[in-house]
């Protein structure tokens, strides 16, 4: 069974509307969790490291202040996207793992759709 | 230079065959090594993970992983319709002070009737 949950899967709203995704770890803690953007035929691109209890770190070319992370608990990251405009329209996709080297686990993605 | 390669594909197999996925790295020091699939408007799945260099094996899915050459495979045994997909490389890279699952541009695999 699934081992990470996201919500919700599919977001349609207006330009400048504000978006939240969840992401939850079901059966260990993570303390690390890991966000991806992949657009269409294209691979899957690190957004930022999210961490409990402390900021996310974030890849060169992600803004920070557009794209909110908050690692509030061991089983949950949440990701919001701000002021979202059309060009942000992706499919989103968080992951964790167990252990720092080991495989991470992706949860079913959020597909954005910002008109 | 990308730091995973691997061909876009399409790679085209007939049901029944052996279908071969390639993908090369950049830095010498990764030790884990992971294949995920993942189907059109899907999150990938895990399929194999390997960190010693060798084959590893698990069911139709065998993992051969060269440190040397920096080169590990995924071959797919009986190839079936339903394994058609995009097949990802990724590698465990140290980077910026932590460790980063970097992914390849993915292999598209075909399998026909």
Redesign the interface.
Known sequence: GAVVSQHPSWVICKSGTSVKIECRSLDFQATTMFWYRQFPKQSLMLMATSNEGSKATYEQGVEKDKFLINHASLTLSTLTVTSAHPEDSSFYICSANRENDQPQHFGDGTRLSIL | QKEVEQNSGPLSVPEGAIASLNCTYSDRGS??F?W?RQYS??????IM?IYSNGDKEDGRFTAQLNKASQYVSLLIRDSQPSDSATY?C?V?MFS?G?????????TRLAVHP
């Open positions: 030790q884990s992971f995920y408007g899907k999150s990938p799945e895990l993970s990802l990724a465990i910026g932590y460790n980063k699952l970097i992914f390849g541009a993915g």
